[in-house]
């Protein structure tokens, strides 16, 4: 039984491009996970593999967790007592642990060159067998299990490359727990001797230096994606060679998103095709300039994706769907996370948004749609912004949507659509607008109720058919046959507007023979 310690989870990504969605998930579930046990949230940027590293990665990574409103406690961006938490800023904290894993004989040196062992595959290959990396040859290889200490020594002092590997036992069982998946067993003979350190990059890999830092930084819970599973057996063996074994943390194994169709890893090609964002910010490569779609600017709110992310994977085992993040810290917990992969749902997605969009007041609207209409040219109140947004948001699903469903309300149409132009521009229609124009210039109270309760009246008293003067008025209005009730257009731009559009149609538009 291990006694109850403070939580700390750490987000630990690589910076080796724009962060996946399904990364988004496992910070968003470590953050939930903090918050709910009143832990604390690290991030910590793996970024010990040069080969791989892609400027302005971490970037990309704090300001997408900033737009979903994850919060980080410690790390990358927020110092901590445990700094620094760049991982080829603790370089030098690392061949000291590799060292004493080879002192204690849990590891051993291999001077093996990257040539030679590209050599040693192809003549398995040509043999019909798999070369590993394990028991069965390191001692014919060149290491220090083969090699006089002499010759090792001497090869390090002429400064040729080596690694450190860890020396996988033959034949041991590893028994392991995972909160999500149970009990699992591995067989070791079924795993290779991972390299821990290269003294070319004077680097730690991945495996040491994740280990190293998750006991230095007192990590109590290993939250993170189903892919790590496999180097499960090797952590645990690392904590147990390090003498960690009772203090190692917790783990938990989250499945993975999958294609919308079912098969396989959600990839940024099934976004492609199929038109949605597998990143939550747009990205551009600064090595190619290839572009990737971000939720972001694809028009998604950061609580919709959130909502949307969080139930990818976990369910709250009731019928609830819309999650604020207090919510999701509230309900969430990892015995609720499945062990069966996600489906990605791109319309859900879309549903989630939409959600949303409808249940925000006309200040959060305004708060959103001002920095688009600024963008138009165009410079109003928040109250018509807000207005505006407010009146059409039912309609929208996207915030991208707002400006195509409200433009009418700030622009006077410069075009007619030709549909609406020729069913509605013709016959007693022109000298109908013509008169209804001189009764709406009549109206001081320009107000929804009483322009619509005098112009109900006008058409009665005339026998006009309502179809036909509200089409009539829209197409001078709006220039199409869109949008929310007429007089929620008259009575949002006002009289003096309303005349102008209509004397514009009038003026500019020949009625259809
Ligand atoms: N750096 C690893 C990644 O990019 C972290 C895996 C882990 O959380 O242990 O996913």
Redesign the pocket.
Known sequence: MKTERPVRV?????P?GPLHIG?VR?ALYNYLFARQHGGTMILRI?DTDSQRFVPGAEEYILESLAWCGIEIDEGVGAGGPHAPYRQSERREIYLQYARQLVDAGWAYYAFDTAEELDALRKEYEQRGETFAYNYSVREKLPTSLSLPREEVEARMARGDQWVVRFKMPENEVVEMDDLIRGHVSVNTSTLDDKVLYKSADALPT?HLA?IVD?RLMEVSH????E??LP?LPLHYLLYRAFGWSDVQPEFAHLPLLLKPTGGGKLSKRDGDKMGFPVFPLFWKSPATGETAHGYREDGYLPQAFVNMLALLGWNPGTEQEIFSMEELIGAFSLERVSKSGARFQPEKAKWFNAQYMHRMSDSELAAIYQPVLREHGIEVSDELAGRAAGIMKERATLTTDLWGLTSFFFVAPTEYEEKQTKKYWKGDNPAMLSALREVLAGIDDFSLENTERIVHAWIQERGYSMGQVMNTLRLALVGAGKGPGMYDITAFIGREETLRRIDALLRNVKPIE
């Open positions: 750490r987000f630990a990504p690589s080796t990364g496992t793996e991945y994740n998750d290993v939250i993170r994606g892919e790590w180097s």
